[in-house]
């Protein structure tokens, strides 16, 4: 085992996952393609220099592209990388002939939303895909939008899968439109930003959340007080004024938006470190590694930034001591 990252003791890992799908998903209803997957190997070569083997959670539509196929099996035969799955319901069969169910459907339904049945049928159909592109059944899960529930966990720890990274915490996603006749996204303000399981009758599920955490007092000190502040956000004129005035950018995401910074997620490090977080995930796309394919890299000047914020990030990391795992290497460490 690696030496990992110990301050006062304390043990930490970092975990790089990459939503890894369509060119440019925000585009709803576009023809679905996956140039970007074609950016990946530079990406991959900057984690190999630094000893950090990333989790590439991919879309079905990536199974079936034969540049995909050959790369991530590559990754996953020298043991560099994990491909797990991540769901899109939209590009995922079986489809529905109805609104938010159709193929590439102009409403990208949660995972959530979707009736038990198909989304066991769509579970199904992506594992299968996974293991007969790349030759591995996946054993961790992203839901597309972050679209997870108890019944997508159910799901998952019945299908044999190990951990979930679709939690957000501190986050209320209901405003967040999915199917026409939905309610919208999930509401994970009061989860924890530490692993928990879930049990299902002898089948179990390790869920690592996203590191979204709150680093300015009162709210880096009072978890459930961070939860119903930052949950009830929409519901307020006032709240969202107080947090533009006194709490910007709060809670922080490890994620690199186009306005991150290094200091930004040294904070987070720290603030991980002050309440024993063994693990932090980072996530962000596929497509934003290619110029123009995502909203958030426009160009390949942001696109650039983008790897000099993950190489000066890299190096702090290293400076640190902190090493690197897989989602499903860091789930079978975990005792719960």
Known sequence: MNTVGSINNHIMKFLVTIDTEGDNQWDHGRKLGVENIKFVPRFQALCEK???RPTYLVTSEVCEDPYAREIFTGYIKKETAEVGAHLHSWTTPPFLDREGYRYN????TFASELPPELLREK???LTLQIEEAFGKRPTSFRSGRYGFNDTVARVLAENSYIVDSSVTPFTNWVLTKGAPDGKGGPDFSDKPVAPYMYNFDGAALVEIPVTVIPTTFPF?????????YFGNLHKSILLRGLRKLFYPGQPLWLRPFEWSSLAMFEEVIDEAFRINLEYVVMMFHSSELMPGCSKYRKDEESVEKLYELLEGFYKYLKGKNITSATLTEAAKEINL
């Open 50 to 52: 630094y000893n950090i």
């Open 220 to 228: 880096n000190r009072n978890h459930k007080l961070a939860g119903l």
């Open 123 to 125: 579970l199904n159909t």
């Open 105 to 108: 459907d102009s409403n990208h």
